[in-house]
């Protein structure tokens, strides 16, 4: 599968594969909000792909690919780091912001974020390196709290 997401954006520039490397990285850490609570809701999945198509601006195929991807590699990760480094070096805070703000909105989808989903997330926000603060804040901005 990777090999077809590859395939699917050779003919983009240096620059443009940058910036996919980022979006698998990010439909990964979404796909691992999904998961944590081992109950995943339609309200969820729909989010899901409304954040990637917001955040990425890509074609129905290519949403349909890279969530594909971010779930497969989701299920065979280890840990976070991978991911979140390459949101590290390739993105802004602000960018960064923008992620976590996906993941508390997928988390949310369902009207409720299980203990699993926040402690997800803070880890993320974590290796991110976004203070508390903003994670909090980023939280209570979706939640309405």
Known sequence: MLKAMLDLFKESSDNDQE?????????TLFSEIIRADRDIQQAELDTYREKLAAQFGLSDHELDTLMQEGQEMAEDAVDFVQFTQVINEKCSNEQK??????LWQVAYADNEIAPIEEHTVRRIADLLYIPHSQFIKTKLDVTGE
């Open 97 to 102: 912001i923008t992620i976590l703000k996906g």
């Open 19 to 27: 910036t996919h490397t980022v979006e698998l990285a990010t439909a």
